[in-house]
Structure formats: structure tokens, C-alpha cells
């Protein structure tokens, strides 16, 4: 893709683990880090990005040529997202091929200035928009998002499985909601389980890239359009994050040394 050096889907299997928000934090982690950071928002029925990156209603991208936009700038990142081009009150009532035709749009019309990686947040389950993000673009990777809770290690196996299938390497899992502690007294629990990132991790010879508490600031913070990294720069989370993004750039980087020296980071 034109403007764009490395790809990286971020994926669950399952809805509501947080995989908006860990895409959001990581993408932005790694703008922390120095890097040149875009987020395409890939799904098509519910995109959440717009919100997250604090993008007002009714912002448009500015077109960059016939059949090309120029992707929105929020928290030193570029952003494209169905939201961007909808009112986000406005249902999209389309059968998969239709959606698949919309993500294709956002992804090859859409003028990137000269990336480092883009983060793709993609939607739940194993669907076209996966397929074709699988047939489209070489992605380089991808990050899988999970609760330690068995359910949905069970939807996190058959994303890995659907990467394997396609040959995307995938980079690490990240575990979300991992432990809850108590704003008032302290008192710390592992609501949804524990051990589950560890497990699925060893399964699939990855790595955990993370592991993330349930935490009122983190869902106040993108609801708020200002996310975790961006608002507590020097906070707990917000080192993990980086801690993450750090891991990523660096899986990045030797799989571009072991293919050849033509694709690196910018300087």
C-alpha cells in the first residue's frame, strides 16, 4: 500500500473485550514512541474510533485527488473511519459484500502520508471484512485481544487460527480486564479469570504482549475522546502501552531484516 510501510490488524474473534480501546492506546503508544501511527477503523457496522480519538460530528476528510481522502490528524495519528463519512446515528443496513466493497474503499482510497504502521481495528468475527483485508494487503501481523475469561479464549483461538490460515504472523496476544482493583479499598480481584492470555499464548508459541486492568479511567477516557496514553502519559497503563508498541516495532523490524533491507522505519 502507497504511504504505508507496515500493517498490523488488531483482532479478537469477540466483541466486547476492548479491542477499539487496546487499538486506540497502542496506535498512539507507538505515536508516543516516535513513530508515524495511522488507525483504519474497519468496521463497517458499529465504528468507534472517531469517538475515541475525540473527532467532533460532522468532521469530514478533505479529498486528496479523484477518488481519495485525505485521512483526519487527531493526537499526532491519521485516522479513517466509516464514522468520518456517515452520521454516526445512520445504521448500516448492507449485506457482506457491500461491506467488504466499503472497507476496500477505506483502505485503498485513503492517501496515507508516509506511515511507519497502520493499525487496522478490526471488527468481530471471522467474516469478509477479514478475507478481504486478507486478499487485499500484505499485512505484516497481527495482535490478538482477549479476557482471560474462557469464552472468549475460545473466539481469540479462532482468530489466531483464521491468521494462521491466511499466513499473517501473529505478533502477541494482549490480555484485557485482567484484574480489577478496587478504587475504594484497594482490593484486587480477577473478575473474568486468570492464566487465559498465558494459555492461548503458549498454545500458539506467541508471547503476551500485556496485560491490562478493568479500570473506570481507561472507559471514561476514550468515551471522553481522549485515550488512556494521551491523558495519563506518565500513568501505569499508559507504560504498558509503550511497553507493547516497543515489542511490536521491534517484531516488526526483524521480520523486515529477515525479508531484506528495503522496508524500515522511518528515522
Not at 490488524?9 to 513513530?35: F, I, Q, W
Not at 506518565?234 to 523486515?256: C, N
Request: hydrophobic share 40%.
Amino acid at each position: 500500500m502507497e504511504g504505508v510501510k507496515h500493517i498490523v490488524a488488531v483482532a479478537s474473534g469477540k466483541g466486547g473485550v476492548g479491542k477499539s480501546t487496546v487499538t486506540v492506546n497502542l496506535a498512539l503508544a507507538m505515536v508516543a514512541e516516535g513513530y508515524r501511527v495511522g488507525i483504519l477503523d474497519a468496521d463497517i457496522h458499529g465504528p468507534s474510533q472517531a469517538q475515541m480519538l475525540g473527532v467532533p460530528e460532522g468532521v469530514r476528510p478533505q479529498q486528496a485527488g479523484e477518488n481519495r481522502f485525505r485521512p483526519l490528524e487527531t493526537h499526532g495519528a491519521q485516522a479513517m473511519s466509516m464514522a468520518f463519512m456517515v452520521d454516526t446515528r445512520e445504521p448500516m443496513v448492507w449485506r457482506g459484500p457491500m461491506v467488504a466493497g466499503a472497507f476496500q474503499q477505506l483502505l485503498t482510497q485513503t492517501s496515507w502520508q508516509d506511515l511507519d504502521v497502520l493499525f487496522i481495528d478490526m471488527p468481530p468475527g471471522t467474516g469478509d471484512i477479514q478475507l478481504t483485508l486478507a486478499q487485499k494487503v500484505p499485512v505484516d501481523g497481527a495482535v490478538i485481544v482477549t479476557t482471560p475469561q474462557d469464552i472468549a479464549l475460545l473466539d481469540a483461538r479462532k482468530g489466531i487460527e483464521m491468521f494462521r490460515k491466511v499466513n499473517v504472523p501473529v505478533l502477541g496476544v494482549v490480555e484485557n480486564m485482567s484484574l480489577h482493583v478496587c478504587s475504594q479499598c484497594g482490593h484486587a480481584e480477577p473478575i473474568f479469570g486468570e492464566g487465559g492470555g498465558e494459555r492461548i499464548a503458549g498454545e500458539y508459541d506467541t508471547r503476551v504482549l500485556g496485560r491490562l486492568p478493568l479500570a473506570l479511567s481507561i472507559r471514561e477516557q476514550v468515551d471522553g475522546g481522549r485515550p488512556t496514553v494521551v491523558a495519563e502519559p506518565e500513568g501505569e497503563v499508559t507504560h504498558t502501552f509503550r511497553d507493547m508498541a516497543r515489542q511490536i516495532a521491534k517484531a516488526l523490524e526483524e521480520q523486515s531484516t529477515d525479508e531484506g533491507p528495503s522496508i524500515s522505519f522511518s528515522d
